[in-house]
């Protein structure tokens, strides 16, 4: 009885083994995948959620994959955290056998940060951006009519056509037509990973976070 019981452990701990080992080469593979479909200039933290690996490899099937991209730059404006995830990835064992893989994710997540310094950058000249705790700030003065007005605000941030719209919505002691002079957009130009799209914008500690998604996403290498 006691050498069943201590082969069953050696066998346990082998398979557990094999696992991480085929994990570990699986993950380097997405990871070099996911550097191609993004167009990326550096290789990917990729990590396959859930256990046992084999489990899932045997039926071609990974509920989810998560993905750090570091920084990207889009359009010239640098996202800082990129991270994501891909959700219902299918990947067949015979095409992966016979290195002919069609991995296809079936809904890719992305989060990511604009610094406030990057925020700044594209203020208008005279103005200021700031943050109180999750709220952005803008103080700064703005020509009315012939006198430069100095004010101190909160902004709204909200998705626009072409990028991110930074608008004042609160002005303390100014007319309300002064509000709407301190406006501009955060362009954005060119392809996120995966051509997800935006969904979502908020303002956060570090300035504001976007929400991306995709749906049907081939991962080529």
Known sequence: ??????????????????????????ERD????????????????????????????????????????GTFTYGGVPIRNLHGAAYDVTAPLAGILQ??????????AVTGTISRATIDKFAPQGVKIGGNGDRLTASGEVTVGVQKVKFNAEVRVELADG????????????????????????PFKGKLPFDVKVTSVESVPDGLRLSAEATNVPIRG
């Open 1 to 26: 009885m006691r050498k069943l019981i201590v082969s069953l452990i050696v066998l346990i701990i082998l398979l557990v083994a094999a696992d991480r080992v085929a994990v570990a080469g699986v």
């Open 99 to 108: 290195n002919r893989p069609d991995i296809r994710a079936g809904r890719v």
């Open 30 to 69: 997405l990871a070099n995948r996911i550097a191609a479909s993004a167009d990326l200039s550096g290789t990917p933290t990729v990590t396959i959620k859930g256990i046992p690996f084999l489990t899932q490899a045997f039926s071609g099937r990974y509920p989810e994959v998560e993905f750090d991209l």
């Open 163 to 186: 990028g991110i719209r930074v608008q004042a919505e609160k002005i303390e002691g100014v007319p309300d037509q002064v509000a709407r002079m301190v406006s501009y957009t955060i």
